[in-house]
């Protein structure tokens, strides 16, 4: 009798050991899962190739196998870098990563769900997913300014608003017709060259015979607010306003008929530009300390949540047993 009880004592004892180290082994193992799942945004996937597709998207590598030179353009342009620079990833953690930023800057993006396929503008925000049997199967190509204001608009820069107000807009010049898209380069090799290509008429105005450049004074640009981070103006409705002519010819009414031609106006200060440079580095880094923060409060988080869960599932292993005995 008493060997028996011995017996039945030890057998719980290596039981109750038994239980502490499963319960020790989950406690482990669910606070490693919590920990390693950080969410990193809301991306489907970062890149596809080869013969994977993610709801028809194929991504930008895939068409490098064909289109090597557009492909190559793309990549060191602000298009492919739409999503990562740092630019975008500081005014998207201002709105608090508002998913309405990621349809103007990534590919594939599910505006129900809020996910996307790709970071960044790739080839299929423009010209559409993947289509089967492609290159027998013709792609997208939509040359249209529409296409272009879905994104260069008034959010940040009016571009399209006033290209629609412009001479261009009435004559079909569209924003393909001065700018390659997959290098976001001009058609010529500057501005003055490029207005030229239509507009022969200037090479008498007496403005181009001093020197003076086309978009000097029909393309004043309006400089970005460092801190809303919008244009005033990008000069895509290419109309002279009286403030640019103010800047060469200043005239002051003396009198009834009289004109007299003042000093010019003073060019901008360059320690205003080297402010703005400096508020520019500040944000950057204040984003960057921002990301850190956020990640480390993640870690935290995630850390004590499978501590928790770890715990309470413990406690029920080590208990559970000994009410099925009572």
């Not at 970071?119 to 423009?126: M, N, V």
């Not at 599932?313 to 009410?323: D, E, F, S, V």
């Amino acid at each position: 009798m008493i060997g028996r009880i011995e017996k039945k004592h030890f057998r719980m004892n290596i039981n109750s050991e038994n239980s502490t180290g499963i319960v020790l082994v989950i406690l482990l193992l669910i606070t490693l899962s919590f920990t390693c799942w950080i969410p990193q945004g809301s991306a489907v996937a970062t890149s596809t190739s080869g013969e994977d597709s993610i709801d028809g998207y194929k991504g930008p590598e895939y068409c490098s196998e064909c289109h090597k030179e557009e492909y190559t353009e793309w990549l060191e342009k602000d298009h492919a870098k739409a999503f990562e620079k740092s630019d975008f990833q500081m005014a998207w953690l201002e709105t608090g990563k508002a998913n309405y930023c990621l349809r103007c800057h990534t590919t594939g993006f599910d505006p129900q769900s809020g996910d996307y396929v790709l970071e960044g503008i790739s080839c299929e925000s423009c010209h559409g997913p993947y289509m089967e049997g492609h290159p027998a199967t013709s792609m997208t190509v939509d040359n249209s300014a529409d296409l272009c204001g879905g994104c260069h608009r008034a959010v940040h820069a009016p571009t399209y608003e006033e290209w629609l107000v412009s001479g261009h807009s009435r004559n079909k010049v569209e924003c393909g017709s001065c700018h390659i898209s997959h290098s976001l380069t001009l058609r010529k090799g500057n501005t003055t060259v490029l207005c030229l290509s239509c507009h022969q008429e200037t090479l008498d105005d007496v403005h181009f015979i001093r020197g003076i450049k086309c978009a000097t004074c029909h393309m004043p640009l309006t400089p970005i607010d460092p801190l809303s981070r919008r244009t005033g103006s990008t000069g895509h409705t290419f109309k002279v306003i009286p403030e640019v002519c103010a800047t060469c010819h200043v005239m002051t009414h003396t009198g009834p008929g009289i004109v007299k031609k003042e000093t010019q106006l003073p060019r901008p200060s360059e320690s205003l530009s080297s402010i703005r440079s400096a508020i520019r580095e500040l944000e950057r880094k204040t984003l960057e300390l921002e990301m850190k923060a956020e990640t480390t409060r993640n870690f935290y988080v995630y850390l004590g949540g499978g501590l928790f869960v770890g715990l309470i599932l413990g406690i029920g292993i080590i208990y559970a047993p000994k009410r099925r005995r009572e």
